[in-house]
């Protein structure tokens, strides 16, 4: 059974730009059917997708912040939000997108048990 | 941007009773973009059902979706303990690629 970890440092300064990776065990990252996202979750509130790794496709909420980058040699995806404020403090959480053949949708079927991150001085 | 509106934003029942949960959708949707996720205290979301009514795997059948257009119903039968938790739509598709519901809260009374 796949599964993902996230990690990365749990504390980021303002202005500064948070590094978050994803290794993906148990399972390929290939393979036409899946691909794979960042979505974060505030203390107390709901969830926010971020963006989909390898591509351009973000959040536009987020304002050209975030770069999504995958290395499938590796199976590993990463993160990097820019000039973070502390509004960016959050659970992080990555996840896999699949997509069943023959159709056109998807879903998150598989996620990590997420990562807090608190942005502060 | 799709908006989803979930109701009720908190939901009190008991142990054995009924959960119908709802999740509305700012226009019209293909049900097949349309999916719900549980999420327990302190844990990852979990899938529960996908293209508005199939369960995911290793889901029960006291869990239910249904819907079309803008209206969506996740429906719990016999709740059990496990079953109190926060629960999420998802709508696929457009942008953002994928918009979430605020999350209704099912609480035991």
């Known amino acids: 059974q796949v599964q993902l970890q996230e990690s990365g440092p749990g504390l980021v300064k303002p202005s500064q730009t948070l590094s978050l990776t994803c290794t993906v065990s148990s399972g390929s990252m290939s393979g036409y059917s899946y691909s794979w996202s960042w979505i974060r979750q505030p203390a107390g509130k709901g969830l926010e997708w971020i963006g989909r790794?390898?591509?351009?496709n973000n959040n536009p909420s987020l304002k050209g912040r975030v770069t999504i980058s995958i290395d499938t040699s590796q199976n590993q995806f990463s993160l990097r939000l820019t000039s973070v404020t502390a509004a960016d403090t959050a659970v992080y959480y990555c996840?896999?997108?699949?997509?069943?053949?023959?159709?056109?949708?998807?879903?998150?079927?598989?996620w990590g048990k997420g990562t807090t991150v608190t942005v502060s001085s | 941007e799709i908006v989803l509106t979930q109701s009720p934003g908190t939901l009190s029942l008991s142990p054995g009773e009924r959960a119908t949960l709802s999740c509305r959708a700012s226009q019209s949707v293909s049900g097949d973009y349309l999916t719900w996720y549980q999420q327990r205290p302190g844990q990852a979301p979990r899938l529960l059902i996908y293209?508005?009514?199939t369960r995911a795997t290793g889901i029960v059948d006291r869990f239910s979706g249904s819907g079309s257009g803008t209206d969506f119903t996740l429906t719990i039968t016999r709740l059990e303990p496990e079953d109190f938790a926060v629960y999420y739509c998802q709508h696929y598709g457009g942008s953002p690629l994928y918009t979430f519901g605020q999350g209704t809260k099912l609480e035991i009374k």
């Open positions: 293209r508005t009514s």
């Open positions: 790794a390898g591509s351009n």
């Open positions: 996840a896999r997108e699949y997509k069943p053949l023959y159709y056109d949708y998807y879903y998150m079927d598989v």
